[in-house]
């Protein structure tokens, strides 16, 4: 049996980690090169870099601090944030990251998931999905044209994906959160990271509905990410959301546990972790 995965994510604006509230309030958690170094030292499974301003403010990801990060850990790093092309792709991966991840640039150019495949193998393009609960039946969102139409919410849909998220609430784009997971996962995406934005920052728990509606429509590993806040919220989305790696930032950022509490916690439950 595959071991699930504990992540921290370091969300950084302006070279600081920062975290708040539905994407929102975002208030100081530190340096992102000293955090970086601690999360490794914990035995952190993976680590998670978004510059999550990059594509509201239609700026590149900052380079130099991705390169610094990268030289302080020894596990697999993954960054995301205002990458637009594959040459984007190119630089953070030359800076030093394992993987890379697009959101916004997914949604505004789907080719962008298989051109990155087809040039760096699907094991390092991540989807990133920012996902908010909608009722599709009082037509919530707004019609979706060309390529995606079929993806487009339909009146039984639950969530929709929204882009441009590091301000705020982001756009709604009408396309239903399940059907676009897996649409990515047919374009080359090697795995999915899965934001409730309803659960973001709350400390309530995962998304379990969320989490487990895409986990079971595409075979591609799902990371669970929004809503940590104690110590069985992390066994409820491995278990009943079937998340395959959980991420979780305040709760480790600030200290309420530490990713080796956590790990003994699942351990003891059953869940297969790398101790």
């Not at 990268?70 to 944030?81: C, D």
Request: contains cysteine; glycine residues 10%.
């Amino acid at each position: 049996m595959l071991t699930k995965r504990i992540i921290p994510c370091l969300d950084v604006d302006a070279g600081r980690v920062v975290k708040g509230v539905r994407f929102r309030d975002h208030r100081d958690a530190g340096d992102p090169t000293e955090l970086a170094a601690f999360y490794n030292e914990q035995g952190a499974d993976e680590l998670v870099f978004y510059d999550i301003t990059a594509s509201a403010d239609q700026r590149a990801t900052m380079v130099e601090v991705v390169e610094r990060v990268s030289e302080e850990v020894f596990i697999p790093l993954a960054v995301g944030g205002g990458l637009r092309s594959a040459e984007d792709m190119q630089r953070m991966l030359l800076a030093g990251a394992d993987k890379v991840s697009i959101n916004t640039a997914a949604v505004q150019t789907p080719t962008l998931i298989s051109e990155g495949a087809d040039r760096f193998g699907s094991q390092c393009i991540v989807v990133g999905m920012d996902a908010q609960r909608v009722d599709a039946s009082r037509g919530e969102g707004r019609p979706v044209d060309g390529v995606l139409s079929r993806i487009a919410l339909e009146p039984s849909s639950r969530w929709e994906i929204r882009t441009h998220t590091g301000r705020g609430g982001g756009r709604a784009t009408g396309i239903d959160a399940v059907k676009w997971a897996s649409y990515v996962v047919e374009m080359g995406a090697g795995e999915i990271v899965l934001n409730s934005i309803d659960a973001d920052g709350t400390k309530q728990g995962y998304d379990l509905d969320l989490t487990r509606a895409v986990s079971e429509a595409v075979t591609v590993p799902v990371v669970a990410s929004g809503g940590a806040g104690e110590m069985e919220h992390f066994y409820d989305v491995v278990e009943a959301g079937k998340a395959d790696a959980v991420l979780a930032a305040s709760v480790f950022h600030y200290g309420t546990f530490s990713i080796a509490d956590v790990k003994r916690y699942l351990a003891g439950r059953g869940v297969p972790m790398r101790l």
